[in-house]
T-cell receptor, first 112, second 115 residues
Framework: KNQVEQSPQSLIILEGKNCTLQ??????????LRWYKQDTGRGPVSLTI?????NTKSNGRYTATLDADTKQSSLHITASQLSDSASYIC???????????FGRGTSLIVHP | NAGVTQTPKFRVLKTGQSMTLLCAQD?????MYWYRQDPGMGLRLIHY???????AKGEVPDGYNVSRLKKQNFLLGLESAAPSQTSVYFC??????????????FGEGSRLTVL
């Protein structure tokens, strides 16, 4: 059974600080892994996609990594801003599958 | 660009009442999904559709029915609402197996309260 586990469940940091969110996945056969950002009261929006051959990918202040050997991904946020306060959801997709596998998300709160 | 539109955005029901949530997408996507989101539980799949006229059960289908008579619309019905169905419902769509490596596009959510 495909599974995605995220940690921590919640995180509070001060504005300007960096943070790293973790995702452990068991998705087979592996196609890709996405990180979504969900602002309060809104639907999730894709931040980045990681495929098997990619180790690191950046999207502005967001940097995602993927270690296919350990089946771990991380999302690093640099110089956090108040607008980064949101839930971050890790989603794995297996090849040929109709159904993505969702993690439960990490709730990030950035305080001024 | 409308993307994925859900109606209504808010609804309060009494136990036993019925209602339908409508999801419409204008991206010509093949796949559509209905999820519910509850605190601490993440997004859980209710039903999904991989094409016009097809539907399938997800992780938590009990108490819900769906229909996809047109490619752009995916309806979620509650025949007899229960307090346990109080939740935020999200519709999502996806191009299909052949394209976009599985990015899901979500609506803004429908908040349902059952008293």
């Amino acid at each position: 059974k495909n599974q995605v586990e995220q940690s921590p469940q919640s995180l509070i940091i001060l504005e300007g600080k960096n943070c790293t969110l973790q995702c452990n996945y068991t998705v087979s056969p592996f196609s890709n892994l996405r990180w979504y950002k969900q602002d309060t009261g809104r639907g999730p929006v894709s931040l980045t996609i990681m495929t098997f051959s990619e180790n690191t990918k950046s999207n502005g202040r967001y940097t995602a990594t993927l270690d296919a050997d350990t089946k771990q991904s991380s999302l690093h946020i640099t110089a956090s801003q108040l607008s980064d306060s949101a839930s971050y959801i890790c989603v794995g997709l297996s090849g040929g599958s109709y159904i993505p596998t969702f993690g439960r998300g990490t709730s990030l709160i950035v305080h001024p | 660009n409308a993307g994925v539109t859900q109606t209504p955005k808010f609804r309060v029901l009494k136990t036993g009442q019925s209602m339908t949530l409508l999801c419409a997408q204008d991206m010509n996507h093949e796949y559509m999904y209905w999820y519910r989101q509850d605190p601490g539980m993440g997004l859980r799949l209710i039903h999904y559709s991989v094409g016009e006229g097809t539907t399938a059960k997800g992780e938590v289908p009990d108490g819900y029915n769906v229909s996809r008579l047109k490619k752009q619309n995916f309806l979620l019905g509650l025949e007899s609402a229960a307090p346990s169905q109080t939740s935020v419902y999200f519709c999502a769509s996806r191009l299909g197996l052949a394209g976009n490596i599985g990015e899901l596009f979500f609506g803004e959510g429908s908040r349902l309260t059952v008293l």
